[in-house]
């Protein structure tokens, strides 16, 4: 009992914990740069979730979701500069848009059993959104990018300074962590974690591995989508180099970092790794392999992710301070 107790806080308490500690960073000091990076944090929040659904929980490694960003920002950046649609609208429409990529890409992944296989064709795929964007010049003017994306609004206030979009992005964040958690504590959650622990005992229980592994595809891309509208919007401007193979390495060590198949734990990743590059740039020149180095002690000694660290170290703490009390009440009795 004692034990289910602690993994309901982990799961449903302990996001909200954070998101509100993140909150209050406002409070403390309103630099516009550490907004900026706060900002970036949420948007990789929103990626590393969508990460952690199709390879924490369903157990499929998904290195295509850099495509699915830049679907979901150009889709976003097409409607309001060309149609002049606003961004209310353009945001669920960038993220159908996106989930109808991520089925392209789960039914043909079907045809494979994960592996080095399912990363040939997600890695593939964000190489063709890649050379898309380059190429298709009359739709994405190419390597130029498309400027000018405008601001949101609520009412007649545009979202335009940075303290509002760190509001903005993290009022999304909540609301998508919300949506995640009901969704991994549901029955489909479940199957993707029965899937992940082995795919022939889940289809012996009725579990169907094909529709699950298209939808874990389309649920990860769909926010991988929203994340990128966000992004195109708060940026202003986009062009291909922003969305190279790299943000899809960089999705998946947030989960690693963070900690895998844990909604909190990519909240954790998200903000660490926009947090973590700035904390090195003192290094100068060394910064990069500190970076790298700082990622490998992460993987190597931090298996669990940074979250169950620290969720560790609190029940020790706990454990150190409450232990004499208890001895002394088994004397007493």
């Not at 390879?55 to 976003?76: H, R, W």
């Not at 500069?81 to 992944?109: K, Q, Y």
């Not at 029965?194 to 389309?218: C, D, H, M, N, W």
Request: hydrophobic share 55%; with cysteine; glycine share 10%.
């Amino acid at each position: 009992m004692k034990a289910r107790h602690h993994e309901n806080f982990i799961t449903h308490v302990l996001p909200f914990i954070l998101i509100g500690v993140i909150a209050l960073v406002p409070l403390l000091t309103r630099d516009p740069y550490l907004m900026h990076i706060l900002v970036l944090g949420g948007i990789y929040v929103i990626l590393a979730i969508g990460m952690n659904i199709i390879t924490g929980y369903c157990g499929q490694i998904n290195l295509g979701m850099a495509g699915f960003f830049a679907v979901g920002a150009y889709t976003s950046a097409l409607l309001t500069t060309r149609l002049s649609l606003s961004f209310w609208l353009a945001l669920p429409i960038s993220a159908l848009v996106a989930g109808v990529a991520g089925v392209l890409v789960g039914v043909p992944a079907l045809k494979v059993r994960g592996g080095v296989y399912l990363v040939l064709i997600t890695t593939s795929f964000a190489g063709i959104v890649q050379v898309i964007l380059n190429q298709w010049v009359s739709l994405t003017k190419g390597p130029m990018g498309i400027v000018g994306i405008p601001a949101p609004a609520i009412g007649n206030v545009l979202i335009y300074e940075r303290i509002h979009w760190f509001y903005l992005t993290y009022a999304i964040v909540a609301v998508i962590v919300f949506l995640a958690i009901r969704l991994v504590g549901s029955r489909i959650g479940r199957s993707f974690v029965a899937l992940r622990e082995s795919e022939t005992s889940a289809q012996s229980i009725g579990i169907s591995p094909a529709f699950y592994k298209v939808l874990a595809f389309v649920c990860s891309a769909v926010l991988a989508g929203i994340a990128g509208s966000i992004y195109a919007h708060y940026m202003t401007t986009i062009s291909p180099d922003a969305f190279g193979f790299n943000l899809s390495v960089l999705a998946l060590i947030m989960i690693v970092v963070g900690g895998i198949g844990s909604i909190p734990g990519s909240i954790v990743g998200g903000v660490a790794l926009a947090l973590f590059p700035e904390w090195l740039r003192a290094l100068g020149p060394y910064q990069s392999v500190a970076y790298a180095a700082g990622i490998i002690l992460a993987v190597v000694f931090l298996p669990k992710g940074l979250l169950m660290m620290g969720v560790d170290a609190v029940q020790l703490i706990r454990k150190w301070f409450l232990a004499p009390d208890e001895t002394s009440e088994k004397e007493v009795s």
